[in-house]
């Protein structure tokens, strides 16, 4: 296969780290018809694409080189290379797929187009009835707060997103936009825990719903962190945005789902997780495939922490007991739901018994009530609460994942380093004492030999040595020897 040249394509050119993920595979699933591709994404989300016609369409040369290399036994997919504004302005399209968002669809080769004027163009192409399924970055989104200094990538070099009076500025904004270009928005969602590789979707019904809180505070503390240096682990406050109403407009992406007025068969489910799709009935909330019903209650991990932070010393050994004593001591505290008839696991256990635990002690290390001992140390009394042992450490520790962590562990090493210096100061002090006294007896006792006194002491330990050895030897003379034969 031969990619087809559109125009402001970008020669020796790749954009890396496309978008990807489970989620957004499960979400381009129910793709239909023709299929546009736009931008960098995965190749593992395109064939999760179930369509019989796809066109994938990118800017670099070198990707669109590869996707056909790919793809070249594949009937049905073509792989296009150049800018999206030379994108034929034909309605040939059922389904545009843009979850890479439009900041990586121009070139450098054409003219800049706006956030507004990209959708536009996506529009043109879209066929009645149509669906556009199309992301948007957070500028200001949590994975942004908490970024560390990163080198810049291709991306830092184009026009800023606040630069584009455009862009939408909130989740509210994006849907007034859409429904004012004439769409039907079907579905949004927050997207976890970074725009390239989202882990948790999830809408805004979901997540302001207080039945579903402990649920939601789970699936967006195991979503994970952005890649990247970070100053400190985003899912705490992921969980307190939650509780505030704030996990969908500081989310760091928004997924929309939208489709032009017409007949549109069921609608997305209301989340996507690792668990499987989430949706909402006139019964409850349901997970997954079989439509299991989502447990109602606080996350495990939360409930420990609110016990421990109030000094409830009661409640706090009591659900770190049922959780270490019973069949889901191996499953994370944040994949736990407490109900009222006891604890339900969100996930597999894992296959090391005590690495839920120690998990547990690190985060309650980093956002307990105090400063503690290191980690280990929690781990070790948390397993005594509960009447066990914990067994050795892992021979290899791990880095530190942002710069709060980083900066603990100097802050430990450094009292370490403190501690050390001063023992070795002390005895290094303790011994030039001893040597000292030890010099002061030697001329002391060299003094002493020198005088009369000293000279006859002298002369009768001198004496006394040689007539023990005199004795010894009389004695080896009368002493008769052993029979032989």
């Known amino acids: 296969m031969t990619p087809l040249l559109l125009g402001g394509e970008m020669p020796h050119w790749s954009d890396h780290r496309p978008t990807r993920g489970a989620a957004l595979r499960e979400l381009v ?17 395109i ?8 066109t994938v369409l990118v800017r670099g040369m070198r990707d669109a080189e590869q996707l056909a290399a790919r793809w070249a036994d594949r009937p049905g997919v073509r792989v296009c290379c150049g800018s999206l504004e030379k994108l034929a302005a034909v309605p040939a399209y059922d389904t545009v797929v843009a979850l890479d968002g439009l900041d990586r669809t121009g070139s450098t080769e054409t003219a ?17 009835g149509g669906r556009l399924v199309l992301s948007c970055a957070n ?8 970024a560390g200094a990163a080198p810049p990538d291709d991306a830092a070099w184009g026009p800023a997103a606040g630069d584009d009076p455009t862009r939408p500025a909130g989740l509210a904004a994006l849907r007034a936009h859409l429904r004012d270009t004439g769409l039907d928005v ?4 927050a997207a976890y825990p970074c725009p390239q590789a989202p882990a948790a979707l999830l809408s805004e019904a979901a997540l302001t719903d207080p039945g579903l809180h402990g649920f939601a505070t789970s699936a967006l503390r195991r979503a994970g962190v952005p890649d990247g240096p970070l100053l400190a682990d985003p899912r705490p406050l992921a969980a307190g945005l939650l509780r505030h109403t704030l996990a969908a407009p500081l989310a760091p992406a928004w997924i929309v789902v939208a489709a032009r007025p017409g007949h549109h068969p069921l609608p997305p489910p209301d989340g996507l997780l690792t668990g499987g799709p989430l949706r909402r009935t006139s019964s409850g909330w349901t997970m997954g495939e079989s439509r299991a019903t989502v447990p109602t209650g606080p996350c495990l991990h939360d409930a420990l922490l609110a016990a421990a932070r109030g000094g409830d010393q009661p409640e706090f050994r ?16 944040d994949a736990i739901i407490v109900t009222a008839g006891g604890l339900v696991a969100l996930a597999p256990p894992s296959a090391d018994g005590d690495a839920a635990l120690r998990r547990f002690a690190a985060a309650l290390h980093d956002e307990g009530p105090a400063e503690l001992w290191p980690a280990e140390g929690t781990a070790a009394l948390l397993a005594a609460m509960t009447g066990r042992a914990i067994g050795p450490p892992p021979a290899t520790r791990a880095a530190p994942e942002t710069l709060r962590e980083l900066t603990a562990a100097h802050d430990r090493l450094a009292r370490e380093l403190s501690e050390a210096r001063a023992q070795s100061t ?11 006294d030890l010099s002061r007896a030697y001329r002391i006792i060299a003094v002493l030999k020198g005088t009369t006194p000293g000279r006859a ?14 004795a010894r030897a009389a004695l080896r003379r009368l002493r008769p020897e052993p029979p032989t034969g």
């Not at 018809?33 to 593992?44: I, M, S, T």
């Not at 800049?112 to 879209?126: E, F, Q, T, Y």
Request: no cysteine.
């Open 186 to 189: 079907l579905r949004d969602y």
């Open 47 to 54: 064939d999760a694409i179930p369509a019989r016609q796809v």
């Open 426 to 436: 002390w005895y290094e002090q303790r011994t030039a004492t001893l040597q000292s």
């Open 318 to 333: 009591a659900l770190l007991t049922g959780w270490q004593s019973g069949e889901n001591a191996a499953v994370d505290a």
């Open 139 to 146: 500028p200001v989104g949590l994975h942004r707060l908490y």
């Open 29 to 45: 699933r129910s793709a239909h018809g023709h299929v546009l591709v736009a931008g960098p994404h995965d190749p593992e989300l």
């Open 457 to 470: 002491a002298v002369a009768v330990l001198g004496g006394v040595r040689s007539g023990r050895r005199l």
């Open 112 to 128: 800049d187009l706006s956030w507004a004027a990209g959708v536009a163009r996506l529009l043109a192409v879209l066929r009645p």
